[in-house]
């Protein structure tokens, strides 16, 4: 068992459709960061939240920080098929030495066009 | 200014070599992380370096795995007698002293026959 659970795994939907990607731990996390990763490459960081019930927006992705520091979410609007890749989510524990990042499993979306 | 790099971009080799993999972080980061990526998963945290204080080896696999980083900048990343159970993707990531977010580099890809 992960100590960061995504979900889903895997995600195909239709361009402009949207969707919502779940990252979900008993633990509590000081901070919480998603990341996205295309074929070949290294994770992209997109945002960071460090506050509980923060909401921060990044043109169609909005990202949540649950009030309790234990989930999270990625919800995308009108997908295109750009946001195609594998998202990632990951977590500073409380007292983790330096800045180390647990990461969840991994979502993968495919955005048809 | 240039990103994280590392080499080589893809490695294969023979089960029982020794192999090195190389990372150079971004200029003035004083931490620098070696993580490990198998098939499109999430990332497993190897080891953690921060200034000159001792790394973290606590995600280190086994003791066939050993990382150095010299003058607080280059990264080796070395693995003796190699399995193929390590083949994976090996992702090195460095960040700013006090900074959260990890700026990732391409990673190399190892394959072990």
């Known amino acids: 068992t992960q100590l960061l659970e995504q979900s889903p795994q895997f995600l195909s939907i239709q361009e402009g459709e949207n969707l919502t990607v779940y990252c979900n731990s008993s633990?509590?996390?000081?901070?919480l960061q998603w990341y996205r990763q295309e074929p070949g490459e290294g994770p992209v960081l997109l945002v960071t939240?460090?506050?509980?019930?923060e909401v921060k927006k990044l043109k169609r992705l909005t990202f949540q920080f649950g009030d309790a520091r234990k989930d999270s979410s990625l919800h995308i609007t009108a997908a295109q098929p750009g946001d195609t890749g594998l998202y990632l989510c990951?977590?500073?524990?409380?007292?983790?030495?330096?800045?180390?990042?647990?990461f969840g499993g991994g979502t993968r979306v495919l955005v048809k066009p | 200014g240039a990103g994280v790099s590392q080499s080589p971009s893809n490695k294969v080799t023979e089960k029982g070599k020794d192999v090195e993999l190389r990372c150079d972080p971004i200029s003035g980061h004083t931490a620098l992380y070696w993580y490990r990526q198998s098939l499109g998963q999430g990332l497993e945290f190897l080891i953690y370096f921060q200034g000159n204080s001792a790394p973290d080896k606590s995600g280190l696999p086994s003791d066939r795995f050993s990382a150095e980083r010299t003058g607080g900048s280059v990264s080796t990343l070395t693995i003796q007698r190699t399995q193929q159970e390590d083949s994976a993707v090996y992702l090195c990531?460095?960040?700013?002293?006090?900074?959260?977010?990890?700026?990732f580099g391409p990673g190399t890809r190892l394959t072990v026959t």
């Open positions: 633990s509590v996390f000081s901070s």
């Open positions: 990951a977590g500073t524990r409380i007292k983790a030495a330096g800045n180390k990042l647990t």
């Open positions: 939240v460090v506050t509980g019930g």
């Open positions: 990531a460095s960040s700013a002293a006090r900074g959260y977010e990890q700026y």
